[in-house]
């Protein structure tokens, strides 16, 4: 009876082995769904533009910083492999809105909260289907209180605005959501 239940459960996991052998792509669980025969992404450079638009200001660092933290969502969501040229998955685009504005104010009409926000223009190139390829710009934001300055709240202003904006893009060009 043993040996039977081992044979069954053998026959079970080799016909599901092979069922996922033949899907269209790759899935993994974080949601990535990567188009057969891709194997490699580049992130170019995200220069900052922002101060370019009126109300932005130029954040020394952010193009870099941004750049990096797209490279790493990916990284660590496929089991793609980062190149400087040629990848299949091409990433590039500019910030082009970086700003700080108020959004409430007191009844000494002073700001009692503001709204940090970044905005990304992103073109997504797939060499290996055209079809997906498009240009979008992502933004999010980030509210602080007014009696606190930037420097004081970037780094977690950063990491969330960052976190959004890249689960974004990676859902939209590899989660397909």
Do not use: H
Not at 123 to 131: D, P
Not at 132 to 154: G, I, L, N, T, W
């Amino acid at each position: 009876m043993k040996k039977r239940i081992n044979t069954t459960l053998s026959y079970v996991v080799t016909a599901l082995l092979a069922l996922g052998s033949f899907s269209c792509g790759i899935y993994s669980f974080t949601g990535a769904s990567i188009p057969a025969g891709t194997e490699t992404f580049q992130v170019n450079f995200f220069e900052n533009q922002a101060g370019n638009r009126p109300g932005s200001t130029v954040e020394p660092g952010l193009d870099q910083e941004f750049t990096i933290a797209l490279q790493d969502r990916i990284l660590n969501l496929t089991n793609l492999s980062l190149t400087n040229s040629n990848g299949d998955l091409v990433y590039e685009g500019e910030i082009v809105e970086f700003s700080i504005t108020p959004m409430s104010a007191t009844a000494e009409i002073k700001a009692a909260q503001n709204r940090l926000t970044m905005g990304v223009n992103l073109r997504y190139f797939n060499t290996k289907n055209e079809e997906d390829d498009f240009e979008k710009k992502y933004s999010f934001f980030y509210d602080f209180p007014a009696d606190q300055q930037f420097y004081d709240v970037r780094d977690n202003a950063l990491d969330e605005i960052f976190e959004r904006i890249t689960q974004d893009i990676f859902n939209e060009t590899l989660a397909k959501w």
